[in-house]
């Protein structure tokens, strides 16, 4: 079924071309190694093509029924494993063009009537990105599905919030596990924007001036789902701002995972001991066995560069080009590709993480907000809540603090005469109002920890999910 060239097979392009690549440049140039990715897309975008050459009178439409007919068998043979093309075709579109014409003959050299590579390429990659999309905002949605289901769970579990990686205010654990979902909202909702500059399509712009056929573009579009097409045939062929954008959206997706699992991984760390680990997503030590290791968010985390890298390896390949199409593109594929695949992994891990690989411990949690001054703001509050102006209140408890700190002891730990020494408005309401579960309800603020604001955060995560 395939054809591999041999040493001194002519080039597949024109006549110009007396002799064939040297074979280690055509291996260099080659790209079916990663652009088979986009076979279906090609295919599928090719028999838009024939239906619009048919539609327009360019070809008959016995020519074009052969043509999506003939495809629809690549299409079939690849799926089965019966079509695999080799280095020799060069790209995944020769390689498919090639298997059409052995199979419907000669009528197969017209689909590429009134179309370049160049188009073709562009139109693929845009309906390989828009399907990735696609994907991509359903896994951000089970991870945040996951979030609200543990975020519903844990509304009033209490959990140290840090400022400077100090001990700043407790916090309700649901409040805290809401702004990833927050995050990943915004991460669904970027993506939808960029869809919209994705599903623009640039076939029809020819190599980069159009063409002398009297195709129909508008056709072509609305056979492909798309919503229109690039009013500028250099701007089509050479756009990548697209696939820039995606690249910039999956590395915040990725920013977002990773700050979780740099949290995951101090959280099940023996000094924190916030969660467990479960054998489902963790492992062992070659050497040491008591220890149970947290590969999962350690393997987002390292990640989230290889992702980083493949946004700036395409800002730097598009800042210099000149228009319209240049073989440096090329080098976009194997970037989007990638980070297509590794942001839809990522997301899938940690999603099943956040479910099954992890349990919190509320015991410590409990303890951990019992052992700290992060009360000490709301002995502030209290004051400013009597009349005294909040930056005396601010210094005096400043005070209360170091001294406390000096004598071993907590602010709860102090007696009511040594509070009503420090200041005469201090009451025996005191040690409600610095207890954590007081501390953390009193923030009501719209947005705030309190767990009536929580509760309304949950049903408004709730409402983005339907």
């Given at each position: 079924m395939n054809n591999p060239a041999t040493a001194n097979q002519p080039s597949t392009w024109s006549q110009r071309f007396e002799s064939a690549l040297h074979p280690a440049i055509a291996r260099f140039n080659a790209s079916i190694g990663f652009d088979i990715t986009l076979i279906e897309y090609d295919i599928t975008g090719s028999q838009a093509h024939a239906r619009m050459l048919a539609h327009t009178g360019i070809i008959s439409p016995e020519e074009g029924d052969q043509l999506v007919s003939g495809l629809e068998q690549v299409r079939q043979e690849f799926r089965a494993g019966l079509f695999v093309p080799g280095v020799d075709a060069e790209d995944v579109h020769f390689a498919v063009e090639r298997?059409?014409?052995?199979?419907?003959?000669?009528?197969?050299?017209?689909?590429?009537?009134?179309?370049?590579?160049?188009?073709?390429?562009?139109t693929d990659t845009?309906?390989?990105?828009?399907?990735?999309?696609?994907?991509?905002?359903?896994?951000?949605?089970?991870?945040?599905?996951?979030?609200?289901?543990?975020?519903?769970?844990?509304?009033?579990?209490?959990?140290?919030?840090?400022?400077?990686?100090?001990?700043?205010?407790?916090?309700?654990?649901?409040?805290?596990?809401?702004?990833?979902?927050?995050?990943?909202?915004?991460?669904?909702?970027?993506?939808?924007?960029?869809?919209?500059?994705?599903?623009?399509?640039?076939?029809?712009?020819?190599?980069?001036?159009?063409?002398?056929?009297?195709?129909?573009r508008h056709y072509t579009a609305e056979l492909l789902g798309f919503a229109g097409v690039y009013a500028n045939s250099l701007d089509g062929v050479s756009?990548?701002?697209?696939?820039?954008?995606?690249?910039c959206a999956a590395s915040l997706i990725m920013v977002h995972l990773s700050r979780l699992s740099e949290e995951a991984i101090m959280w099940a760390s023996q000094e924190f001991s916030f969660i467990t680990l479960t054998d489902s997503c963790a492992t062992g030590s070659s050497i040491m066995p008591q220890k149970k290791n947290p590969d999962v968010p350690e393997l987002v985390r390292g990640k989230a560069g290889r992702v980083f890298g493949h946004l700036q390896a395409l800002l730097v390949l598009m800042k210099g080009l000149p228009l319209a199409y240049n073989k440096d593109l090329q080098e976009d594929k194997e970037a989007l590709f990638d980070a297509v695949v590794t942001v839809k992994a990522c997301l899938e891990a940690t999603t099943i993480l956040l479910r099954e690989g992890l349990q919190f411990n509320t015991t410590r949690l409990n303890s951990a907000v019992n052992e700290d001054f992060s009360n000490a703001t709301d002995v502030a509050d209290y004051l400013a809540a009597k009349g005294v102006p909040f930056r005396e209140a601010y210094n005096l408890v400043g005070k209360v603090v170091k001294t406390s700190i000096a004598q071993g002891k907590l602010?709860?730990?102090?007696?009511?005469?040594?509070?009503?020494?420090?200041?005469?408005?201090?009451?025996?309401?005191?040690?409600?109002?610095i207890a954590p579960a007081t501390v953390v309800s009193a923030r009501n603020s719209f947005g705030g920890t309190g767990f009536e604001q929580v509760r309304r955060a949950l049903a408004a995560a709730q409402a983005k999910l339907c």
């Open positions: 298997r059409l014409t052995e199979i419907v003959g000669d009528v197969g050299k017209k689909l590429h009537t009134a179309r370049s590579r160049n188009d073709q390429v562009g845009r309906l390989y990105l828009r399907d990735q999309i696609q994907q991509i905002r359903t896994h951000l949605r089970e991870f945040q599905t996951v979030l609200l289901t543990l975020a519903e769970q844990h509304v009033e579990t209490l959990i140290p919030g840090y400022t400077h990686l100090q001990r700043a205010q407790p916090v309700s654990l649901a409040h805290h596990l809401l702004a990833y979902f927050e995050m990943a909202e915004r991460d669904w909702q970027r993506l939808g924007e960029i869809h919209q500059r994705v599903n623009v399509s640039p076939l029809g712009s020819g190599a980069l001036a159009g063409t002398t056929f009297p195709i129909d756009d990548r701002d697209f696939a820039i954008e995606f690249l602010l709860k730990d102090l007696s009511l005469e040594e509070w009503k020494a420090l200041h005469p408005a201090f009451e025996a309401d005191i040690y409600t109002a």
